[in-house]
Nanobody
Framework: VQLQASGGGLVQTGGSLGLSCAAS????????VGWFRQAPGEEREFVAA????????NYADSVKGRFTISRDNPKNTVDLQMNSLKPEDTAVYYC????????????????????WGQGTLVTVSS
């Protein structure tokens, strides 16, 4: 089972980036999926999560209104659209997943995820 995060890069303050998490070896349909990020010298922190059903989402307060998580089950991807980016959004972004029977659960805890991607770097210049 592998998760591949992509789409990171360098963007100016106020710009936008779209990240994508693709899965191989599993289908995303029975999984809730989350995005986390880790800045240099900081703990890995929750960013956004989407439930297995796609109907429930959760966001960190710091990204609410700017980031949007969505899933495309036929394509087996979960995307994170990031708008109005700020320098403090600079981090390595990771996607994570866990198979679940809870169709509307979109957890924020790292311990609620079993599989992790390798991360993609987002750098926001001021």
């Amino acid at each position: 089972v592998q998760l591949q995060a992509s789409g990171g890069g360098l963007v100016q303050t106020g710009g936008s980036l779209g990240l994508s998490c693709a899965a191989s070896g599993l289908t995303f349909r029975p999984y809730h999926v989350g995005w986390f990020r880790q800045a240099p010298g900081e703990e890995r922190e929750f960013v956004a999560a989407i439930s297995r059903s796609g109907y429930n989402t959760n966001y960190a307060d710091s990204v609410k209104g700017r980031f949007t998580i969505s899933r495309d089950n036929p394509k087996n991807t979960v995307d994170l659209q990031m708008n109005s980016l700020k320098p403090e959004d600079t981090a390595v972004y990771y996607c994570a997943a866990r198979s679940t029977t809870l169709i509307n659960h979109a957890p924020i805890a790292r311990t609620s995820y079993d599989y992790w991607g390798q991360g993609t770097l987002v750098t926001v210049s001021s």
